[in-house]
């Protein structure tokens, strides 16, 4: 779509960030793009890009009415970190994944207009997560660019960001395509650092057990050694006092 030049006039214009809509439909819909959203935060840090959730995207320079707020997107090539709305003009680059949870509210917006705009502004990938399966059966559906026109993709994997993704009951799993390991959703990440946790405190205190034995180990060596040591004084003295008396000790 063709960005509007800059005018004197247009450096006036007021972009909003925010139109006081609900942030999502549902409580399934707002977790799963949290999640996906904080999953992908995590994958992609250090990196020169950025993740978006339900933020406006402005494409066309000069006319604030045309805008989009995806539920989540990723823009690569731009600087890391949060903006209060994303104006393709500024920044250069058109998101290249683009994540809508979608119902059957939604639907058309988001099988329709969202998809033809998502494709007209040469958005790589385009995925639908349906998490309570009201109208995609399989709840999960993606479409990358190929020319000019989306097409489905049919091995649920993200190019752009080199993951495989699953439906996972109401959330979607990312898996790294490189070693296969999944990206933990935070509640997973918890659980994780709880379970390392333990798992260092079981190892202290093994570690600490097994301190504490070579300790009495090495205390008993110590108290079998000074035994031996009187036994072999005390022979001594015995074998003098022999001599003495003029008898040889046996051998």
Known sequence: ???????????????????????????????????????????LAGRQA???????????????????????????????????????????QVPSVIFEMTSKGTQDQDQIFKKTLYEQLKVREYWQFDPK??????????????????????????????????????????YREDTGEKLLIPDELVRALQQETQARIEAQDMAERERRRAEQERQRAEQAEERLEQERQRAERLAAQLRALGAEPEA
């Open 133 to 174: 399966g009201e109208w995609i059966e399989e709840k999960l559906r993606g479409y990358r660019l190929q020319g000019e026109t989306y097409q489905a993709i049919t091995d649920k994997r993200s190019q752009p960001l080199q993951l495989r993704l699953e439906v996972e009951e109401k959330l979607i799993g990312f």
């Open 50 to 92: 950025t993740v978006l959730a339900n933020q406006f995207l402005y494409y066309s320079q000069g006319f604030p009415s045309l805008r989009v707020a995806p539920d989540v997107m990723v823009i690569f090539d731009v600087t890391p970190g949060g903006r209060d709305n994303y104006k393709i003009w500024e920044e250069g």
């Open 1 to 43: 779509m063709t960005a509007i030049l800059p005018t004197a006039q247009q450096s006036e214009i007021f972009y909003p960030s925010e139109d006081g809509e609900p942030v999502a439909e549902t409580y399934d819909h707002l977790y799963a793009m949290l999640t996906t959203l904080e999953v992908l935060k995590q994958y």
